[in-house]
């Protein structure tokens, strides 16, 4: 015979003692009858001590369950852990490379707790399950275990490429950036180069004009320097006549003075 715990007397009795509510939870007949009594005297429809859904008398059932007996619990332990270690043993013999690293810690863990439920199994039922799962460990440690160092170290080296390339791709957008900047610059200077070209073609008409303009006041100051030179030599001889025309004169009125007096 089967035992069950009241959840609201805390006794421990019969299966046959207890009664089903329309909620699904179950209480000793006592306790279901008392309760339904107490809300009657609060003048309340009787609701489930366990999640207040409401019901009445005539809704308690009888519960009729077939227990497993302790052998039968067992096997089915038993074969629920070997049928979850030949999964996991599978999973792991389907792994390769490609694995995702997810997958793979997923499995490491599953393995783990496959060993510890083994550890609860009887002492001779446990042997096969526990070569079985032996070969899994043996099998994650040679073969998946490196495989997953692999990744990681690849999802690190990825990472490190990742950060890498972002900063040559900043440093590319500033060179970018800067021949831009330069492009600009060069544009600038090859409008001011053509700007000063015009100028300078300008200037050098100007140029032209002004040495011909200078050539003709260079001869102008020449012919004028001549013509000077000549006029101050005229200019000498007109007065050294004068100066010799002054000297007569005073040669020949020195006599009519004299005479005057
Ligand atoms: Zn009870
Ligand atoms: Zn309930």
């Known amino acids: ?14 299966l046959e003692a207890f009664r089903l509510l329309t909620c699904g939870h179950a209480f000793c007949n006592t306790c279901a009858l008392n309760w339904i009594e107490a809300c009657r005297d609060q003048a309340k429809r009787p609701t489930c001590p366990a999640c207040r859904h409401t019901f009445s008398k005539n809704d308690l059932r009888p519960v009729y369950i077939t227990f497993a007996t ?5 096997q089915a332990k038993e074969d629920m852990t ?15 490379a490609t694995s995702p690293a997810k ?10 707790k496959v060993a510890q439920s083994i ?13 079985l799962i032996l070969g899994a460990v043996l099998e994650f440690k040679d073969r998946i275990a490196p495989l997953y160092a692999e990744v990681a170290v690849n999802r690190d080296r990825i990472k ?3 950060k890498s390339n972002a900063a040559l791709e900043s440093n590319s957008r500033k060179l970018e950036a800067g021949s831009a900047r330069l492009n ?6 090859l409008d001011t180069a053509e700007e000063a070209a015009v100028q300078i073609v300008s200037l050098r008409a100007e140029n032209r004009i002004l040495q011909q303009q200078t050539e003709k006041l260079e001869t102008d100051v020449a012919y004028l320097n001549q013509s000077l030179a000549e006029k101050k030599k005229e200019a000498l001889e007109w007065r050294s006549r004068v ?8 040669d020949l009125t020195i006599p009519f003075q004299r005479k005057r007096l």
């Open 70 to 74: 302790v052998g039968e619990v067992a």
């Open 1 to 14: 015979m089967n035992h069950v715990k009241c959840t609201s007397c805390l006794e421990v009795l019969p």
């Open 119 to 131: 550890s609860s199994l009887d002492g001779s039922q446990q042997a096969d399950t526990r070569d």
């Open 184 to 189: 600009e610059k060069l544009t600038e200077a």
């Open 160 to 162: 490190e490429l990742k």
């Open 243 to 250: 100066t010799k025309f002054k000297k007569n004169v005073m």
């Open 82 to 96: 070997k049928g979850k270690a030949k999964d996991v043993a599978e999973k792991i013999g389907l792994m390769d």
């Open 103 to 112: 997958s793979v810690e997923r499995a490491a863990v599953e393995l783990e």
